[in-house]
């Protein structure tokens, strides 16, 4: 199954959408969050982001959601030089995208689809 | 061959089509190569959509009405309807 990182400035948030999404989708998709700056501030580390990536590969690829801003730039820092898109940083709703992307994962998706859907995300009204 | 298929289902008294059990509708709909709509209260969602889906905002008890269209689709609506049919909370 395709792995899911959630990179947000603050470790609860990202803890928590993973644990939400985990609910909807399963637990037998990886999902790891990756939040929080040193010491537990608010902010983003690309140290946390890296070991994630590397817990939620399992071979099919891995697709990497980030809150806001400069959590697109550590992201995007900690990915640099891998160009094979093996771990793909999506455009997506935080929490939209997080659970879309767990259930076409949990549903054996390949990496592709599962990228598609959390940017399809973007569209989709709640109500 | 190409079909399209009809059907209605009526979600189990206390199983709200959310979280868990609209996963298990959306990973049975995924399983066919037919495009698949779940329709109920005057909406009509993507089958193959979580987010589509939760949207609904389908509770227990509420009918809903399955179309599908594919060379599939016969058997995508029977599992559907097996699916919704047997969904625990």
Redesign the interface.
């Known amino acids: 199954m395709v792995g899911i990182v959630l990179v947000s400035h603050s470790s609860e948030l990202a803890r928590g959408l993973a644990d939400l999404a985990s ?4 637990t037998e998709v990886r999902i790891e969050a990756a939040g929080g700056g040193p010491g537990g501030s608010l902010g983003t580390n690309g140290d946390t982001v890296r070991e994630a990536i590397l817990r939620a590969d399992r071979g099919q690829g891995v697709v990497v959601l980030a809150d806001l801003g400069s959590a697109v730039l550590t992201v995007r820092h900690v990915l640099e030089g891998q160009t094979n898109g093996h771990v793909r940083l999506v455009d997506a709703p935080f929490v ?1 995208g997080a ?2 992307a767990a ?2 994962s ?2 054996g ?1 390949a990496l592709d689809d599962v990228v598609r ?1 959390a940017e ?2 973007r569209g ?4 | 061959m190409p079909a399209s298929s009809e059907a209605t289902v009526t979600l189990p008294a206390g199983v709200a089509l959310h ?2 059990p ?2 298990t509708f ?2 049975t709909a ?2 066919f190569r037919s495009s698949v709509t779940v329709g109920s209260n005057g909406k009509v969602a993507n089958a193959k ?4 889906v ?2 609904l ?1 389908a509770h227990g008890g509420t009918v809903l009405r399955l179309s599908a269209d594919g060379d599939d689709a016969a058997e995508a609506l029977e599992a559907l309807k097996g699916c919704v049919s047997g969904l625990i909370e």
């Not at chain 1, 609910?23 to 399963?26: F, N, P, W």
């Not at chain 1, 989709?124 to 109500?127: D, I």
């Open positions: 609910q909807v989708a399963g939209e659970v879309a259930v076409m949990s549903a998706l859907a399809e995300a989709a009204s709640k109500f | 979280a868990r609209a996963a959306v990973k995924l399983r959509s979580i987010l589509d939760l949207a905002g």
